[in-house]
């Protein structure tokens, strides 16, 4: 018997806000969206329990973001409210924290011996 387990997948709920805003960074004046995003700790691959949320506002045009409190996200339009996506996991978080710390130190391990190899 053995359990897959993993932290960090997301989900993210996108909301839009009325008015526009310039950014800092790039310039360009959009509306932004506001986003939620929650972290999940899951058991083979089904979300089970969110561990961290996160809401931000981030620039459409260069991805600048800025976090905003639950209040802001909540009082945006619900009209533009979407379901909760789930986000595409880069590819190295597919591993388990217990695999990619082995891999690590297997990584390590293969470096010292290859150095000692060398002297
Ligand atoms: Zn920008």
Redesign the pocket.
């Known amino acids: 018997m053995f359990f897959v387990f993993g932290f960090g997948k997301q989900t993210i709920k996108t909301r839009w806000a009325e008015e526009v805003r310039t950014?800092p960074?790039?310039g360009?004046t959009k509306r932004w969206p506001y986003k939620k995003i929650t972290y999940w700790f899951t058991l083979f691959f089904i979300p089970i329990l969110p561990y961290q949320v996160k809401y931000v506002t981030v620039?459409p045009?260069?991805g600048?973001f800025e976090t905003i409190d639950q209040a802001a996200f909540e009082a945006a339009s619900e009209a533009s409210d979407e379901s909760e996506q789930p986000v595409i996991v880069p590819p190295r978080t597919g591993m388990t924290e217990v695999q990619r710390r082995f891999n690590q130190e297997m990584a390590t391990y293969e470096k010292q011996n290859n150095d000692n190899v060398d002297q």
Do not use: L, T
Request: aromatic fraction near 12%.
């Open positions: 950014c960074r790039c360009n620039c045009i260069c600048y």
